[in-house]
C-alpha cells in the first residue's frame, strides 16, 4: 500500500463517498419512516387477490414482507438504495483501471517506481472501504428510521444486521465486477457500458426465472438470486438453523465472486499492455 | 551503456509496430527519435518504459529487463508523454507536490522548473492550456534525480519561446550527467539538442546518426564546363561524387571542407553551389515524401 497514492484516492473521491453515504443514510432513515405510516392491508389485499402472479417477484411471501421486520427489511431491496450502492462501486471500479488508461492519468503514474498491484489495489482498497460506509450509513438510517417510526411493535435495528450484511457483501460484489471490466477494456465508456449490460441480463433472468415456474434454473444464472436482504432478515429471526446456511452460502458467493474478480482483475493489469490514450 | 536494446519487436496482430529493433545509448548521451507518425518512435519508448510486453527481443535500463523489472527501472528514469494527462482536480502546485511526494524529490526544484516555465500553480490542471499542462508534466518529469530522461515529443504543444527553454533544460539535463532520450518531429530542434538521431520508418531502425558529422556534412552542386580529374587518394574516402546526364555535377562531403575546395578550385565548374546537409536531408533520405516542421 503506497500511503501518497491512498491519500490523493481519498481526495479524488471523499466528496462522492460522503455524498453517497448521507443519501443512503437519509433515504433509509424516510423509508423507514414512512413505511411505518402506511397501512398495508390494502397492499396486501390487492397482491393476494388480484395480482397473483407478481407474488413471485416478492422476496418473501406477502404476509412477511408486510410486517413491520419485513417493511423495514425491504429498504435494501429499493432500488434507490442500489442506485446509490452503483453510483458508488461502478464509479470508482470503472476509474481504477479504464478510466485513467483513457483519461492518460494512467501514463504518468506508471512511470513513477509504483507496482501496477499498488496501483490497483490502493484504489480499491478505498472503494471497499466506501462500500463499508454506505452499508453503515444505510443500516443507520435503519435504526434512526426505527427511532422515529410508528410502528407498534418496532423491530430492534440489529435484527436488520443481515440484510445489511448482504448489502455490503453485494457492493464488494460489483466492484469487483465491475474493476474486472475495467481492466479488460479500454475507455471507462466501455466499462460502464458492459456493467450496465450485465446488470440488465442478470434483471431479467431474475425476473423471467421467478415469474415462470418453467424457467426456474435461469434464476441459478443470476447472481442476484444470492442477494435475498429482506428473506435473511426475515428467515434469520425466524428459523435461524435452517437459515443460517443460506446466510454463509449467499455472502460466500458475494463476497467469493468480488474478491476473485479483483484478484483476476489485478493479475490482468499486471500482464495487460498498457495503449497510449485516446 | 545505459539503454541496450537487443532485436526489439512488438507486434500487434499481423502488423509490426517496431520490428528487430537493437541500439546502445552510453550515459550522459541526448539520443533523438526521429520518424513520422506511426514509424514506431512511441511505441519503442513504450516498450523501455515496460508499458508492452515485447513480442520478441529484450529492452534493457541499466543492464534492468524493461519489462519483468519495470518498477526497478522506473527508478532510474522519468518520462513525459507526447500528450501529458495530469489529474484534472488538483492546481498546478498540488500536482508537483504528489509527484515529488511519490518519488521522494525535491519539491523545491519542482518549483524553481515551475518558475521557470513562468507557470502559474495557483490554477486547476482543468483551467490550463494544453501548453501549460505539458509545461507542468515538463516540470514534473525533470524534477527527478534519475539517470535517464524520456521525452516523447516534449514540444509539441509548446508556443516557440518556450520551446527554446526546454531545449535549453534538456541540454542543461545532460550537463548534470543524465542520458536523455528525445523523440520529435522537429528537426530543428533534434539537430540543435541531441548528440546522435536513430532514424525509424515503418516500424524499423533504418539510420544511426551523429549531429556532429551530419553538421560536418555539405552537398556541393556545380555545372560541368569540362571532364573532371581523378579525385586525389587523401579525398577518396570522404567525398560521394555523382554526375548527372545533363552536365551536372553533386559531391557529398563527410569530413573536412577545406582539402576538398582545394581540388574542386581547380576542377571545370559553374554555378556552384555549397549547403550543409543538416537532419532535414538525412531524413528524407528516409522519407522522401514526408513534410515535416522545421
Known amino acids: 500500500m503506497n500511503l501518497v497514492l491512498l491519500g490523493r484516492s481519498l481526495r479524488d473521491s471523499w466528496l462522492l463517498l460522503v455524498s453517497c453515504s448521507v443519501m443512503a443514510l437519509g433515504f433509509t432513515w424516510l423509508r423507514v419512516w414512512v413505511a411505518s405510516h402506511i397501512k398495508v392491508d390494502a397492499f396486501v389485499k390487492f397482491f393476494s387477490e388480484g395480482l397473483q402472479i407478481f407474488q413471485g417477484l416478492l422476496p418473501v411471501p406477502i404476509e412477511d414482507l408486510a410486517s413491520p421486520l419485513g417493511r423495514v427489511a425491504f429498504s435494501f431491496e429499493e432500488l434507490g438504495l442500489l442506485m446509490l450502492l452503483g453510483l458508488w462501486t461502478v464509479t470508482r471500479a470503472t476509474d481504477c483501471l479504464a478510466g485513467r488508461i483513457g483519461a492518460g492519468t494512467m501514463e504518468m503514474l506508471l512511470a513513477q517506481p509504483v507496482r501496477r498491484l499498488t496501483l490497483v489495489s490502493t484504489h480499491t482498497a478505498v472503494t471497499l472501504a466506501g462500500v463499508l460506509a454506505i452499508g453503515a450509513a444505510s443500516w443507520l438510517g435503519v435504526k434512526l428510521g426505527l427511532q422515529f417510526s410508528k410502528f407498534e411493535d418496532a423491530p430492534p435495528w440489529i435484527k436488520l444486521a443481515p440484510a445489511a450484511i448482504n448489502f455490503v457483501c453485494l457492493g464488494v460484489f460489483i466492484t469487483g465486477a465491475a474493476t474486472l471490466i475495467s481492466a479488460l477494456v479500454r475507455t471507462r465508456a466501455q466499462a460502464v457500458g458492459m456493467v450496465i449490460g450485465f446488470y440488465v441480463v442478470e434483471l431479467m433472468l431474475m425476473i423471467i426465472g421467478r415469474l415462470n415456474d418453467r424457467f426456474q434454473w435461469m434464476n441459478r444464472l443470476t447472481i442476484l438470486s444470492v442477494y435475498e436482504p429482506t428473506l435473511l432478515t426475515i428467515g434469520l429471526n425466524r428459523d435461524p438453523s435452517a437459515v443460517w446456511p443460506l446466510f454463509w452460502q449467499y455472502n460466500a458467493t458475494l463476497l467469493g465472486l468480488g474478491l476473485a474478480g479483483l484478484a483476476a482483475s489485478a493479475a490482468i493489469f499486471c500482464r495487460r499492455d498498457v495503449p497510449a490514450p485516446l | ?294
Open chain 2, 1 to 294: 551503456m545505459l539503454i541496450q536494446t537487443d532485436l526489439l519487436s512488438k507486434r500487434y496482430g499481423q502488423l509490426a509496430a517496431l520490428s528487430e529493433c537493437s541500439f546502445d545509448v552510453p550515459r550522459g548521451e541526448i539520443l533523438g527519435l526521429l520518424g513520422p507518425n506511426g514509424a514506431g518512435k512511441t511505441t519503442l519508448l513504450r516498450l523501455l518504459l515496460g508499458y508492452l510486453q515485447p513480442s520478441s527481443g529484450v529492452a534493457r535500463i541499466d543492464g534492468l529487463d524493461c519489462y519483468r523489472q519495470s518498477v526497478a527501472v522506473h527508478r532510474q528514469l522519468a518520462y513525459l508523454p507526447g500528450d501529458a494527462r495530469l489529474f484534472r482536480q488538483l492546481n498546478g502546485r498540488q500536482t508537483l507536490q504528489f509527484f515529488a511526494r511519490l518519488r521522494r524529490a525535491s519539491l523545491e526544484r519542482s518549483l524553481r522548473l515551475a518558475d521557470r516555465l513562468q507557470l502559474d500553480l495557483t490554477r486547476r490542471v482543468r483551467q490550463m492550456s494544453t501548453g501549460m499542462r505539458q509545461k507542468l508534466a515538463l516540470a514534473v518529469t525533470l524534477t527527478p534525480d534519475v539517470p535517464l530522461v524520456i521525452l516523447d515529443e516534449p514540444t509539441a504543444n509548446l508556443d516557440p519561446t518556450v520551446r527554446r527553454d526546454v531545449v535549453e533544460l534538456i541540454r542543461e539535463a545532460r550537463d548534470e550527467g543524465k542520458t536523455i532520450l528525445f523523440s520529435s518531429h522537429v528537426l530543428s530542434e533534434v539537430e540543435d539538442a541531441c548528440d546522435r538521431v536513430l532514424v525509424l520508418k515503418a516500424g524499423r531502425l533504418v539510420d544511426t546518426v551523429r549531429v556532429v558529422d551530419v553538421r560536418r556534412q555539405h552537398r556541393i552542386q556545380a555545372a560541368l564546363t569540362g571532364p573532371l580529374s581523378p579525385v586525389p587518394p587523401a579525398l577518396v574516402e570522404q567525398i560521394e561524387l555523382r554526375q548527372d546526364a545533363v552536365g551536372g555535377v553533386t559531391v557529398i562531403s563527410r569530413g573536412e571542407l577545406a582539402p576538398l575546395l582545394g581540388w574542386l578550385a581547380n576542377q571545370p565548374l559553374a554555378k556552384l553551389q555549397i549547403e550543409p546537409i543538416g537532419l532535414r536531408s538525412v531524413y528524407e533520405r528516409h522519407h522522401p515524401a514526408t513534410s515535416i516542421d522545421e
